[in-house]
Nanobody, 116 residues
Framework: QVQLVESGGGLVQAGGSLRLSCVASGVSFSIFTMGWYRQAPGKQRELVAG???????NYQDSVKGRFTISRDNVKNTVYLQMNSLKPEDTAVYYC??????????WGQGTQVTVPS
């Protein structure tokens, strides 16, 4: 059974930092493309950052230079280091693991709140 479990969310003041973690089980983690998505109230879920099995990364323009995605294939974990947080970063953050259309999995989400 595939499980993605996120942790690390919380409330942080503007300019602060958080590190999200997502531990995967039940999958061959190293072959999956991993991603962090977020969904703010009333908005669609959007890709924040992704990292391929080979370590290639991509970022949404609004987080470039502030967020860093990384993975540890030994620990089956993907991280999102978030620095210089802004109120507009407030959202539920979801971990995604994708290998194919059939093999596309989501975590339950973790709330990040940056008060204005």
């Amino acid at each position: 059974q595939v499980q993605l479990v996120e942790s690390g969310g919380g409330l942080v003041q503007a300019g602060g930092s958080l590190r999200l973690s997502c531990v995967a089980s039940g999958v061959s983690f190293s072959i999956f493309t991993m991603g962090w998505y977020r969904q703010a109230p009333g908005k669609q879920r959007e890709l924040v950052a992704g990292i391929t099995s080979g370590g290639t990364t991509n970022y949404q323009d609004s987080v470039k230079g502030r967020f860093t995605i990384s993975r540890d294939n030994v620990k089956n974990t993907v991280y999102l280091q978030m620095n210089s947080l802004k109120p507009e970063d407030t959202a539920v953050y979801y971990c995604n693991a994708q290998y194919s259309i059939r093999h596309d999995y989501w975590g339950q989400g973790t709330q990040v709140t940056v008060p204005s």
